[in-house]
């Protein structure tokens, strides 16, 4: 809200954010991952999420 974004474009990208992690917390529950992996994982999936939330609103993010 500080850089002049609405409410649901930081709604959206708050989501991206956290929903690689939340996908998988059910591999680190069924020990098919560790902590380690969860971070990296979780991290590296979340480049491409705020990505597509970047994509699906460019007026908001280009500043053109």
């Keep these: 809200k500080f850089r002049g974004h609405r409410w649901r474009p ?3 990208m708050g989501a991206a954010m956290y929903l690689p ?3 998988l917390f ?3 529950a069924l020990k098919v991952i ?3 992996a969860l971070m990296l994982w979780g991290h590296l ?4 999420a705020m990505a597509v939330a ?4 460019p007026r908001e993010y280009a500043h053109c």
């Design 10 to 12: 930081i709604a959206e």
């Design 21 to 23: 992690f939340l996908a």
């Design 26 to 28: 059910v591999p680190l």
């Design 34 to 36: 560790d902590a380690g």
């Design 45 to 48: 999936l979340m480049l491409p």
């Design 54 to 57: 970047m994509l699906l609103r």
